[in-house]
C-alpha cells in the first residue's frame, strides 16, 4: 500500500513563526503537492514538485516556500506564519502523468 | 479555474441514489473523482479522460461529456459508508495539473 505521511496531525504556532510541514512518501513517486483546504473552497494547490529541487507555484503559493531534497520527501515552509494560514494542510503524491494521487492524513495548523 | 460542483451539500437515506456534478468552463482532458470521509483522507475513485466513457466503482459509476466540459457521479443505492465530501478534479491536458473543485457534502441516513 501506498502511504504518504505527514509529519504532525496538529500544530500549533505563534504569528510570525517560520513552520514547518514536513510530508514522506514511499511509492517512489515522481510527483508531489501541498494543497491547503478550508471549508467551501475545497482543495487549493499551494506547491508542487513533479522532480527532486525542482517545483512550480501552484494556484496560492503567497507565504509559502517549499523544498525538496529528495525523492520521498517534500517540505512545506511559512516564512512568517500569519493568522490566514490557520487551515488543514494535505500532501499527496502520484506517478508521473498525474493520474491517481495519494493523500496524507493531513495537519491542522492553527496560528495564534 | 476552479470547476463547479453542484449541489453543495445533499442528505439521502439509505439505498437512494444521488447525482454529484461538476462542470468547467473550460476544455478538459480528464476528470478525477475523490470521496474525504469526516477526519480522513481524500481517496481516489476513478479517472475519466475525454472521449465520454463511463466508469464504474461498485454502484459507483460516473461519465464524462468532454463537449459539455461536464462529469457527473451517480451513486446508486446508497449505504451509510458512501458519507463524505465528493470532489471532483479537472485537468486541461494530459500534462497539466489537477485543480479540485469545492466539493460536495453526502450525508446518507439510516
Known amino acids: 500500500d501506498v502511504k504518504v505521511t505527514q509529519s504532525s496531525r496538529y500544530l500549533v504556532k505563534r504569528t510570525g513563526e517560520k513552520v514547518f510541514l514536513e510530508c514522506v512518501q514511499d511509492?517512489?513517486?515522481?510527483?508531489m503537492f501541498w494543497y491547503r483546504q478550508d471549508p467551501g473552497l475545497g482543495l487549493r494547490l499551494i506547491y508542487f514538485?513533479?522532480?527532486?529541487?525542482?517545483?512550480e507555484k501552484g494556484d496560492i503559493p503567497e507565504g509559502y516556500s517549499v523544498s525538496r531534497e529528495k525523492k520521498e520527501r517534500f517540505s512545506l515552509i511559512l516564512e512568517s506564519a500569519s493568522t490566514n494560514q490557520t487551515s488543514m494542510y494535505l500532501c499527496?503524491?502520484?506517478?508521473?502523468?498525474?493520474?491517481?494521487?495519494?493523500f496524507g492524513q493531513g495537519t491542522r495548523l492553527t496560528v495564534v | 479555474q476552479q470547476p463547479v460542483q453542484s449541489p453543495q451539500a445533499v442528505i439521502l437515506r439509505e439505498g437512494e441514489d444521488a447525482v454529484i456534478n461538476c462542470s468547467s468552463s473550460?476544455?478538459?482532458?480528464?476528470v478525477h473523482w475523490y470521496r474525504q470521509k469526516h477526519g480522513e483522507a481524500p481517496v481516489f475513485l476513478m479517472i475519466?479522460?475525454?472521449?465520454?466513457e463511463q466508469k464504474g466503482h461498485d454502484k459507483i459509476s460516473a461519465s464524462f461529456n468532454e463537449k459539455k466540459q461536464q462529469s457527473s457521479l451517480y451513486l446508486t443505492a446508497s449505504q451509510l459508508s458512501y458519507s463524505g465530501t465528493y470532489f471532483c478534479?479537472?485537468?486541461?491536458?494530459?500534462?497539466?495539473?489537477?485543480?479540485f473543485g469545492p466539493g460536495t457534502s453526502l450525508s446518507v441516513i439510516p
Open positions: 499527496a503524491s502520484s506517478p508521473g502523468g498525474y493520474t491517481e494521487a495519494f
Open positions: 511509492m517512489d513517486h515522481e510527483n
Open positions: 514538485s513533479y522532480d527532486v529541487k525542482m517545483k
Open positions: 473550460k476544455a478538459l482532458y480528464s
Open positions: 475519466l479522460l475525454k472521449g465520454g
Open positions: 478534479g479537472t485537468k486541461k491536458t494530459s500534462y497539466d495539473k489537477v485543480i
